[in-house]
């Protein structure tokens, strides 16, 4: 999970006080999720590396107005989801696009909440994250942007419900019900795309 909090606002604290040596490790902690956050967003890997430069370049000049009311990381997810969505208006293509990062899959074991595609392992269980991953892709990719950012957020980034609230400025009830919405717009279309998935859910 994410680096300890406390580590974090020293680093932004140093930063402050002109040392820039302290915002690079930030960056370096910080880059590979970053990254993968992003991928949800496009596919381009120059897209991507702009994106996250950007976030990055935004983070530094708005340090100052860190109020540290949330974490960095989470004030960072915040930045990064608003740079890619901007992006994407910018370029007019609909944000509602984008990708699921094959290293990601769903992770983790299936437990309630969780979203599951596939009910038994298969005997190449490679072969099988690399094709939940593909199915993943092809259901996120028809969600819209409101159910997409809030399932990344929980399922692939794992954050807390508050954390989610911060990065998108929304209460922890609108958290909820989105997510609740989310999983049930995410399941429906799943089973309509792949029939064969149905005995996966309880």
Not at 40 to 45: A, I, L, M
Not at 157 to 167: N, R, T
Not at 171 to 195: C, M, N, Q, W, Y
Request: contains cysteine; proline residues 5%; glycine residues 6%.
């Amino acid at each position: 999970m994410q680096a300890a909090p406390q580590e974090d606002l020293s680093l932004v604290a140093e930063t402050l006080a002109g040392n820039q040596l302290s915002f690079q490790l930030l960056v370096e902690r910080y880059q590979a999720r970053m990254f993968a956050l992003v991928r949800h967003y496009t596919r381009n890997p120059v897209e991507v590396e702009d994106i996250v430069q950007d976030t990055f370049l935004k983070a530094y000049t708005r340090l100052p107005g860190f109020q540290q009311q949330s974490s960095f990381y989470t004030w960072l997810c915040r930045i990064a989801i608003n740079t890619s969505l901007d992006f994407l208006k910018r370029c007019g293509r609909n944000p509602v696009r984008g990708a699921e990062d094959p290293e990601l899959g769903l992770g983790g074991e299936s437990g309630e909440g969780q979203l599951r595609t596939s009910p038994t392992p298969a005997p190449d269980a490679r072969l099988e994250r690399a094709e939940v991953a593909r199915i993943t892709q092809q259901v996120l990719d028809e969600l819209p942007e409101i159910f997409r950012s809030v399932l990344v957020l929980r399922e692939f980034e794992g954050l807390a419900y508050q954390d989610i609230a911060d990065v998108l400025g929304i209460s922890i009830g609108t958290v909820e019900s989105r997510l609740f919405r989310a999983r049930a717009k995410f399941k429906d279309k799943l089973l309509a795309l792949h029939p064969e998935f149905e005995e996966g859910w309880s």
